[in-house]
């Protein structure tokens, strides 16, 4: 195939690099001939560095550079091109020029695909005489690592282009997924429960960015935490994309942005970029701040409290703690309750417990790496530090566990953080964005998730996912963690979150596009 990129930016020349790579002849071109020059001689030295480092011969390296043809006019004749791939900068009516000026000098059989990351594929497209022929190709930087591709179809964009692209983009080595036209398409959508949720947990001073990472990290298995990730990506996009997803949804609760992002950006307090973050960095930038050591008493006596406290009992008992068996506390014992979308508080006045040495622990996971112990404003200082003390056991021979401690909030840290990562990909797929299967694809290609969101709500079981969500929403009173109704129509069916289930056409014989 021949392919023509306009746009020779990091984008385009990602692109370029890849297309050129797996086969196919690319014009590369770009307003700026600087620019095609200094990314050709990009493209270069990533495929001599591929060489050195064994994934391609030389012999491939050169027929790949071959094949990449530089244009010193992006709007010259092309009848032998098939396809455009649009890598100019994020403006609608930049955009729309290049696009006008392409039609004019391309076959009508040409297909144009826009690189765009947060516009409409409908609305660059309104602006063609024949919008059909135009697709959104959403790529991630850097291109040939990134190895998902997102396939926009636009409102009037012809059936048959979404699968022939589709098609390319498999066949040159990426996997693809086809996305409705909606504000952040899959990845970023699908992006923001994770990071308005801990936003939302800083907002409530639950804990503080570092803590909420290494919960993120420890106990949710993520990479990343959701204040280093933001610190990587920039605080000024992340909170752009954040504020057009949820405008773009019309105020969507479960969306909903945090106050804490504009003055923020205002500052300048970026991340990584800018020096300055939810974190420091640079060459004279203090080391991360070590955990707090754990002081208490571990061999003080401890009762656990609550329908969650088997498998912690069991845990702590291994590990040669002095748990408790009898049908209340001692004077002495400090008392855990595993909560599950609940509050310590809640449990001190519903259960009768002593509110000064009671305190929260997450049942997610209990025999984890790290553990999280939650507060609540009438605990003893003395006493919590014994419990995590407690807590921080672990059976002979192991390490001991680190332990995390949080204010106390509905569903602790983890929890909370997984009900919205989960919250999100639930409502794309009950919404038809997005296949299940392309939503779990997508999320763990472009975000690195360890998991699919929907098969994560599977491992943890779509009842007990049900139910704390139904607990969050009404210990809160916060519309942002009402269930949706793909996980509450799965839960009472016993179907898996990523079963796409019956549809009314599936019964009709009738198909989509009827």
């Not at 493209?43 to 071959?66: D, F, H, T």
């Not at 969650?308 to 002495?332: K, N, Q």
């Amino acid at each position: 195939m021949r392919i023509r990129i306009v746009g020779a930016g990091a984008m385009g020349r990602g692109i370029a690099q890849w297309a050129a790579a797996a086969g196919h002849t690319v014009e590369l071109c770009d307003v700026r001939t600087e620019a095609v020059t200094a990314a050709v001689d990009f493209v270069r030295s990533m495929l001599e560095r591929a060489v050195q480092k064994g994934r391609i011969s030389s012999g491939e390296a050169a027929a790949a550079l071959e094949r990449l043809v530089p244009l010193d006019d992006p709007w010259a004749p092309g009848p032998e091109v098939e396809l455009v791939i649009e890598a100019v900068r994020e403006d609608l009516d930049t955009k729309a020029e290049v696009f006008g000026k392409l039609e004019e000098a391309l076959p009508d059989s040409t297909v144009f695909a826009t690189n765009t990351s947060s516009l409409s594929v409908t609305r660059i497209a309104s602006s063609l005489r024949d919008p059909a022929r135009l697709a959104g190709l959403h790529f991630f930087n850097p291109v040939p690592l990134m190895k998902i591709v997102e396939v926009v179809p636009g409102a009037a964009t012809r059936p048959e282009i979404p699968p022939a692209l589709a098609a390319l983009v498999e066949g040159c080595g990426h996997r693809a997924v086809t996305v409705a036209d909606t504000p952040g398409f899959l990845v970023n959508h699908a992006g923001r429960g994770l990071v308005t949720e801990a936003l939302a947990l800083l907002e409530e001073s639950v804990a503080g960015p570092a803590d909420i990472d290494r919960i993120a990290r420890d106990v949710l298995g993520l990479r990343m935490g959701p204040f280093e990730l933001t610190d990587l990506t920039g605080l000024d996009v992340t909170a752009a994309v954040i504020d057009s997803i949820w405008q773009g949804f019309r105020h969507e609760d479960r969306l909903r942005p945090s106050y804490l992002t504009p003055n923020r950006v205002t500052a300048g307090l970026h991340g990584r970029k800018t020096g300055q973050g939810w974190f420091t960095y640079g060459p004279e930038a203090p080391d991360a701040a070590p955990e707090p050591p754990v002081t208490g008493d571990s061999g003080r006596p401890v009762f656990v409290a609550g329908a969650e406290s088997e498998e912690l009992r069991e845990a702590l008992t291994a590990a040669g703690a002095a748990v408790e068996s009898g049908p209340e506390p001692s004077e002495d014992a400090v008392v855990l309750v595993p909560v599950w979308g609940t509050t310590v508080a809640a449990a001190v006045s519903s259960l009768g417990l002593p509110a000064a040495r009671t305190f929260g622990v997450d049942p997610l996971p209990a025999a984890g790496r790290r553990r999280v112990l939650a507060v609540t404003p009438a605990a003893d200082p003395a006493a919590a530090r014994d419990a995590r003390a407690v807590l921080a056991r672990a059976p002979e021979g192991e390490e001991p566990r680190a332990v995390s401690v949080v204010r106390d909030t509905a569903g602790s840290v983890a929890q909370r953080l997984l009900a919205s990562v989960v919250a999100v990909a639930t409502s794309i797929a009950e919404r038809s964005l997005a296949t299940p299967a392309d939503i779990d694809l997508a999320v763990t290609t472009g975000l690195g998730y360890p998991v699919g969101p929907l098969a994560w709500g599977d491992r943890i079981g779509a009842g007990r996912l049900l139910d704390l969500q139904r607990a969050l929403h009404a210990t809160t009173g916060d519309p942002r963690y009402r269930p949706t109704r793909w996980l509450t129509e799965r839960a009472q069916l016993g179907l898996s979150l990523t079963d796409p289930g019956t549809t009314p056409a599936d019964c009709t014989g009738l198909t989509d596009d009827r």
